[in-house]
């Protein structure tokens, strides 16, 4: 029974790592030459509803600004390291690019609304964060774990895609790849 009980731990803890990785040090992907449309889906704003126009926004509502979508959650420590980072740039681009933060840790089995929101005002963090509902978004954008940071460009197409933590400075290079387009 004890032997049982450890491997089932260890696949735990194995399963939980994949759902909240660290990332490598590039996690970066570029789309086809087709341009790829980011997958359309709907967020919830726990907060920015000011910013964006609305409690809830689709992500084809936010077409003709280029929009930077980061998929995090609540117990995610990886997401927690990224986030001051992710303010600061917020706070460098407003007017240029628009920051999202979209809890996922519902499907990754990695906390709840409370938690999420829990740790936005823990870490001061006030750009537009929210949930969506719809189950598809992780299969059809291929969110392999978080965090995860999506690259949108103006007309709606996928710039580029980050698996794992990412830092201000590369956040900014490769939003300021996307401007220059």
């Known amino acids: 029974m004890k032997i049982i009980m450890l491997a089932i731990m260890g696949l735990a803890m194995v399963l939980l790592a994949g759902a909240c990785s660290g990332g490598a040090a590039d996690g970066g992907s570029q789309p086809s030459e087709a341009v790829e449309t980011i997958y359309d889906f709907n967020i919830s704003l726990y907060q920015g509803s000011e ?8 992500v084809s509502d936010l077409r003709g600004q280029p929009v930077v979508l980061n998929f995090w ?52 963090v006030t750009y ?5 509902d719809d189950g598809n978004l992780v299969r059809e954008l291929g969110v392999l774990g978080l965090p995860a940071t999506f ?31």
Request: with cysteine; aromatic share 8%; proline share 4%.
């Open 128 to 132: 537009p964060a929210g949930s969506t």
């Open 73 to 124: 959650a609540g117990l995610c420590p990886p997401c927690r390291a990224e986030m001051p980072e992710f303010q600061d740039f917020a706070d460098e681009y407003e007017g240029r690019a628009t920051l999202v933060g979209v809890d996922l840790g519902q499907f990754f089995a990695l906390g709840t609304e409370e938690d999420a929101v829990a740790l936005l005002q823990e870490l001061g």
């Open 151 to 181: 690259f949108v460009a103006d007309d709606g197409s996928l710039h580029r895609k980050w698996q794992g933590v990412l830092n201000g400075d590369k956040l900014a290079e490769i939003t300021d790849e996307m401007l220059a387009q």
């Open 51 to 58: 910013v964006l126009g609305s409690e809830t926004v689709a």
